[in-house]
């Protein structure tokens, strides 16, 4: 399972939202998405693309009075129907640095990568083959190049909140 939790602030628009869960998801938000909360969809309007009633960066999570437990879905990219499910868990008033990721787990498959034309990832599954085949080395620059790209698709709690600290605390 690919989960992140995260602290946000009541007063966090529905725009800020949709990137805090871009950054943590470690998507590079090229696709349409939306928000849907009590029946209704919400989201960033896109000329030639997809039109909402309200206006993302005018509703604030606070304006949905949220209890312990709610929950409501986010889903980018309508092609490949990626489907977050929100819950709330927990409500109060911090005095911390808000958004902040406290933990998850999961990162890019096979698939995903092969989507993202990660080759390098899949560059690192066919030399760990052939290491554990043939029992042979690997040149240094080739496994560390593969390493390299294969982090970058890993969850890494640290990168994440660098990245939501450089966008959202400047």
């Not at 005018?58 to 009075?65: E, H, M, R, S, Y």
């Amino acid at each position: 399972m690919i989960w992140r939790r995260l602290l946000v602030y009541g007063k966090t628009s529905l725009a800020d939202l949709h990137h805090i869960i871009q950054i943590a998801m470690g998507w590079d938000d090229e696709y349409l998405h939306n928000f849907r909360i009590h029946g209704e969809d919400y989201g960033l309007s896109y000329e030639d693309g997809m039109s909402f009633s309200h206006d993302a960066r005018q509703v604030f999570v606070d304006d949905f009075g949220f209890d312990t437990g709610d929950r409501f879905n986010y889903t980018f990219n309508f092609i490949a129907h990626w489907l977050c499910d929100i819950r709330i868990e927990r409500i109060e008033s911090s005095t911390q640095q808000a958004p902040r990721c406290y933990g998850g787990s999961g990162r890019l498959g096979e698939d995903e990568a092969r989507y993202y034309k990660v080759d390098e990832f899949m560059a690192l599954i066919d030399i760990l083959d052939k290491v554990a085949a043939t029992e042979q080395t690997i040149a240094d620059d080739d496994f560390h190049n593969a390493i390299d790209h294969f982090r970058s698709v890993q969850f890494s709690r640290t990168v994440i909140n660098k990245q939501l600290k450089a966008t959202f605390h400047s």
